[in-house]
């Protein structure tokens, strides 16, 4: 019975031709919006979490200020953290190691080019190397390590070495080991260029040894952030606590006056999955407009349908459908509605965020990608059908009361 009206409904839909088509706008529009801002917003939340899981869930980052994760945080921070906090956070119990990382904007000249980058200091000496090439986002694909003894020597980024510098004909210059940057008026040797990890901000590094840096921009003690690695055997909240003790000590501040935040990634990753699930909730919201619109759109055609075929009603009621059978059949009818538009609006869903996907990978954002799940796609088209549904029950109710009498009269 319900295969029957299902093959009505579909019949119908059928029949009605254009007008189903331009019933189906509101909510194929509203299901694109989306399935395209859902498959983004997951997509860029499992790269950023992916990012984060090299650096393993026993890290704790220290950043001055309101907890801006990353080189850059300090930056925009009226705070600033030093050596002598990394040293603090050295001798807490707990931690395995501590390195503090400095960056800030230079202007880098390459022959007749400019630009700025981002130009950070990292450290020379054998064992801190070590511990920073376990986060992963240093790996060198050319060339070498910074090592002690180093002064003008400069590793960069997978994007600086290739997609930075412009020949006169427009495309890139290809930097090399052994070629020379001019950064803030000194000239560096490129000693390695660093392999691409799809992060726009250590991709699009220069690094040199932190002294060197330091003496560059007159930064004499000032670290950007802190990274530690906790012991084995350690409970990273427990280490983070800690520490944040041991640094309340050192810069003489009180309990919830903290001039800097302290966070295990586990704590990081919480915290950016929050932001983004809101910021897909509000997006989401607006694209409801579009499946408000849509249902509405359904609810019109459906009475119209209804006020065309009260003479098939009336006939129908006449040979013995009961209003139960006639209100279902209505009902899948304004569901596969919804469902048609709801299949379009997949099918260009995936079509724009896998778009958007390949321009930001041109465009050398490789963060930015789209995630298509199986229940992205069954909750898209579970919804559409219900938003059909929905709008069809008045005009449903109404073609289920008629009375065969009238429905025939007229």
């Known amino acids: 019975m319900i295969r029957d009206y299902f093959k009505y409904g579909f019949r119908s839909l059928i029949h009605r031709g254009v007008r189903s088509w331009l019933t189906m706008i509101g909510i194929f529009v509203g299901i694109a919006a989306v399935v395209a801002l859902i498959s983004l917003g997951q997509g860029f939340q499992q790269a950023i979490n992916s990012q984060f899981e090299k650096l393993g869930s026993d890290r704790v980052i220290i950043n001055a200020g309101g907890g801006e994760y990353g080189p850059m945080g300090s930056s925009f921070s009226a705070s600033k953290l030093y050596e002598k906090d990394v040293e603090a956070v050295r001798k807490v119990q707990g931690v395995d190691y501590a390195n503090g990382l400095f960056f800030k904007y230079a202007t880098v000249k390459y022959k007749d080019d400019t630009t700025f980058l981002i130009f950070g200091g990292t450290p020379t000496d054998p064992k801190l190397v070590k511990q ?12 070498r390590e910074l090592k002690q003894g180093d002064k003008y020597k400069v590793i960069l980024g997978y994007s600086v070495a290739y997609e930075t510098f412009k020949k006169k004909d427009g495309s890139y210059i290809i930097l090399t080991t052994g070629d020379t940057l001019n950064i803030n008026g000194k000239d560096f040797e490129i000693v390695g260029i660093q392999k691409k990890i799809g992060n726009g ?5 220069a690094r040199a040894p932190k ?19 906790v012991k084995p055997g350690f409970e990273p909240a427990q280490v983070a606590d800690n520490i944040e003790r041991a640094l309340r000590k050192e810069r003489n501040v009180k309990k919830g006056e903290e001039d800097f935040t302290v966070q295990t990634t586990q704590q990081v990753i919480g915290g950016l999955n929050s932001i983004l699930d809101l ?4 997006v989401i919201g607006i694209a409801a407009i579009s499946l408000f619109v849509g249902g509405i759109g359904i609810m019109n055609t459906m009475y119209t349908s209804v006020l065309e075929r009260r003479r098939e009603i009336g006939i129908m009621k006449s040979v013995g459908a009961r209003n139960s059978d006639i209100l279902s059949i209505f009902l899948i009818e304004s569901g596969l509605l919804g469902l048609a538009g709801g299949l379009i ?26 995630f298509f799940s199986w ?7 579970l919804f559409s059908f219900l938003v059909g549904v929905i709008s069809g029950i008045t005009p449903a109710m109404q073609a289920s009361n008629m009375k065969p009498v009238d429905a025939m009269r007229e």
Do not use: C, H, P
């Open 211 to 229: 002294d060197t840096v330091r003496e560059l921009l007159n930064e004499e003690e000032e670290v950007s952030m802190i990274g530690a690695k």
């Open 375 to 381: 229940y992205l796609v069954l909750g898209a088209l």
């Open 279 to 282: 910021v897909q909730i509000v």
């Open 132 to 143: 920073l090439e376990l986060l992963g986002f240093f790996e060198i694909e050319k060339g």
């Open 345 to 370: 609006g997949v099918a260009f869903g995936f079509f724009i965020s896998k778009s958007v996907e390949l321009i930001a990978a041109a465009a050398g954002a490789e963060i930015l990608k789209a």
């Open 201 to 205: 901000m250590f991709d699009g590094l």
